[in-house]
Every structure is written in C-alpha cells, then in structure tokens.
C-alpha cells in the first residue's frame, strides 16, 4: 500500500509540474555591443563609422536594475532579482525569466545603475557583494559603469581611458532610466551603439573618470542612449 502511494504521489507531483510547465514561457535577455555595424568583443580594435578614430575596450561592466515589462504604462511583470551584473567579458552572457504564458507587453524599462536607497541599504549579496569590484564605498555607492581601453585617432595618437561612473547622492545621481519599445518578443536582444557614445565626447579631455561628478553624469547620459533593440 506504501508503495502504492508513493506511486500516486509521484504522478500527481508530474502532473502540476507538467500544468505548470504549460502555463509558463521563457523570455531571453541580452546585451551586446556593436560598432561600425559590427558586434564588438573585449580586446579587439575596431574603426569606428564614419571616422578615422578605432578603440579597443578591455574592460566593460556594468549593472542591470529594476527591469520590468509594461503595457499601457502599467508595469506587467518584474524581474525576480533586484539588479543583475553584466560583464561583458563572458560573450554568452544572457538572462532567461520565466514568466506567464500569456504575458504581453509593449515596452521594457529599466536603469542603468544602482538606485540610492539600496545603495545605502547595507544589502550587499550576489551581485552587489562588493567583491565584484563594482563598489566604491558608503559615501559614493556602486560603479554604474566600469569601462577601460583604449582610443586612437591618426591625428592624435592613441589614449587609454578608464571610466567608472557612478554616484547615487545629490546632485551627482548618475542613475539612467531606459525605455525601449517592444512586441511581446521572446528574444529581447538589445544593443549598445558604441559610435553613437563615443561620437558624443571628447576621449583626449574625458579619459580618466573615477569619481562621481558632472562628466560622470554626462558620459552615463550619453552611455544610456546608445541602447536599442535590435529586431528579431
């Protein structure tokens, strides 16, 4: 009779995972660079459009947070995990949700960055363990952005640069919200237009930036509007 039940157990316990199975659906997310209409790699030089300027990154991280899904300007669903680390050094890098089968929504939204109230939550797990090398102290917060690499122009010779942007206090608030219009797709792959960002400053007077401040905020404003999706 145990054995029976064990039996009868197990196929009810398949039975709701199968249903539940059937409910839900698996959203892809992912990010890459693009230069010159071409994905980019850590570590390779690459032309930018237009120019007779080329870079090289050698370092890109950055952090994901609050992402939800909206439709009609009301959140849908969000993501399960307050904020995600993205290092771009690993080329398979993707996040899968598992969300309702019958979720549609018309926009993704969310920041580029690290709000101020977990910046100053003390919650520091995962990917906000400040062993990631993404934090700088309670006084500033987290690195938003950590880039580092190097640019060269035929008229000017070459530059390293390193940028970590960030800041959560006013009014060096270097968080960017992002707002990306989009179908109900499964696979939400979104690019970074690294011509478009580098096009909008100058890398020979804005190549060493550690610190919140104003450029902080003006090189994340131009970084945040590099993003797009890029069609299915």
Not at 138 to 145: F, L, M, R, T
């Amino acid at each position: 009779m145990y054995f029976i039940r064990c039996i009868i157990l197990g196929l009810v316990f398949c039975f709701f995972n199968f249903v539940f199975a059937q409910t839900k659906k698996t959203i892809q997310f992912s990010i890459s660079p693009y230069a010159n209409g071409k994905t980019f790699y850590l570590g390779t030089k690459i032309n930018l459009a237009a120019t007779e300027y080329s870079i090289k990154i050698d370092q890109l991280k950055l952090y994901i947070s609050n992402i939800v899904f909206v439709k009609a300007d009301k959140p849908v669903w969000k993501a399960p995990e307050q904020a995600y680390l993205w290092d771009f050094s690993d080329s398979s890098s993707n996040l899968n949700f598992l969300v309702p089968a019958s979720l549609t929504w018309e926009s993704i939204q969310f920041n580029i960055g690290i709000d101020s109230i977990t910046s100053v939550s003390g919650v520091f797990e995962g990917d906000l363990d400040p062993t990631q090398g993404m934090y700088w102290a309670w006084q500033s917060g987290y690195i938003n952005i950590k880039m580092q690499g190097e640019y060269d122009s035929r008229e000017k010779g070459s530059k390293n640069f390193e940028f970590h942007l960030g800041g959560y206090q006013y009014p060096f608030n270097a968080l960017q919200k992002i707002n990306l219009a989009g179908n109900s797709m499964q696979f939400i792959n979104i690019g970074i237009n690294l011509d478009l960002f580098f096009s909008s400053i100058n890398i020979f007077t804005q190549s060493n930036i550690m610190s919140p401040g104003t450029d902080a905020i003006l090189l994340s404003e131009s970084f945040a509007k590099s993003f797009y999706i890029l069609a299915e």
